[in-house]
C-alpha cells in the first residue's frame, strides 16, 4: 500500500492506492486461456514491489528457448527458478482462487464464481438464512426515504455497497440494483463508457498480439442516441454532452467502433441498467453465459 499523493485534503487525504489489476485485463487473459487452451498456473511473488525504486514500466520476458507449446511443465519449472533468482518464489499450483474469486476449469470453459465471498458477506451481514429472491430489484420501483427508518452508519453502508460493487465483477446480473444504492446514475454516459472500455480492451489486445481486424460493435436500443453520435450538426439539447459527442463520433469515423441498432427485448445490458420482469431476467443470464455450477443436473 502506497501513498498516491493525489488527495484532497479533508476528502480522502487518508486513503491509499494499492496498484492492483484491472479486473478486465483478468477477463481478458482468462478468455484468451480458454480459447487457446493456455495453462494457468499460480506464483505469489513475495515483497516484489519492495526490491528497487520503480521509475518506469518493467515488463517480463520469458527465458530464452522457452517454448509453453513443448514441455509445459518442464518449462513452467524452467521459468520459476528464472524468477526465483531475483524474487522470493511460492508455486500455488493450477489458478484456482485469487482475490476473492473461484477458478473452475472443464471442458466447456472457465467459469468464475464468489461463492465464499457471498457466504462471507451474509454472514456479515447476519443474512445468512436469508429466501433467494427471484430478481435483484423489482418492476416500477421507487426509492423514496423512509422517515421512521433508523439512521444508518454511513461507514457500515459504504463499506458493504463497495462490497456489492466487487461482487458485480461476476454477478453482473445484480449492476442496476448496486447502481441504485450507490449515489449512481445507471444510465448516465452509458454508450461514452461503453466505447472507453471497447478502446481499452482494443489496445490491450492489439498488446497480447491479438489486433481486432474490423470495428468493434456497440449495441444501443436507443435509436435517437445512434442518430446523435452520427449527426455532424450540433443542436440545443446535445451542448451538454458536445465533447462526448465528438469523441465518439470521431471513433466511428476512423472504423474503430460501429454503432448497431439492437431492439429493447434483445439487449442484454437491460439488467444491468432497468428492473426488468423474471422471464427476461432469466432470459439474460442464459445468454451472458451466467449458471450456478452447484445446481442439481
Known sequence: MVKGYTQRYEIDYQKTF???????????????????????????????????????????????????????????????????????????????????????????????????????LLTETRMLGCKPANTPIEMNHKLCEDMDQEPTNKEQYQRLVGRLIYLAHTRPDIAYAVSMVSHAEAEYRGMVHGVCELLWIRRLLTELGFKPRKPMELYCDNKSAIDIAHNPVQHDRTKHVEVDRHFIKEKIEKKIICLSFIK??????????????????HDSLTKLGIGDVYAPT
Open 264 to 281: 429493447s427485448e434483445d439487449q442484454l445490458a437491460n439488467i444491468l441498467t432497468k428492473a426488468v420482469c423474471s422471464r427476461v431476467f
Open 18 to 120: 494499492a496498484p492492483v489489476a484491472k479486473i478486465n485485463t483478468i477477463r481478458v487473459l482468462l478468455s484468451l486461456a480458454a480459447n487457446l487452451d493456455w495453462p494457468l498456473h499460480q506464483f505469489d511473488v513475495k515483497n516484489a514491489f519492495l526490491h528497487g525504486d520503480l521509475e518506469e514500466e518493467v515488463y517480463m520476458d520469458l527465458p530464452p528457448g522457452c517454448n509453453f507449446a513443448r514441455d509445459r511443465e518442464n518449462q513452467k519449472l524452467k521459468l520459476q527458478k528464472y524468477l526465483s533468482q531475483e524474487f522470493k518464489m511460492k508455486d500455488l499450483g493450477d489458478l484456482k482462487y485469487f482475490l476473492g474469486i473461484e477458478v473452475t476449469r472443464s471442458t466447456n470453459g472457465i467459469f468464475l464464481s464468489q461463492r465464499k465471498y457471498v457466504l462471507d
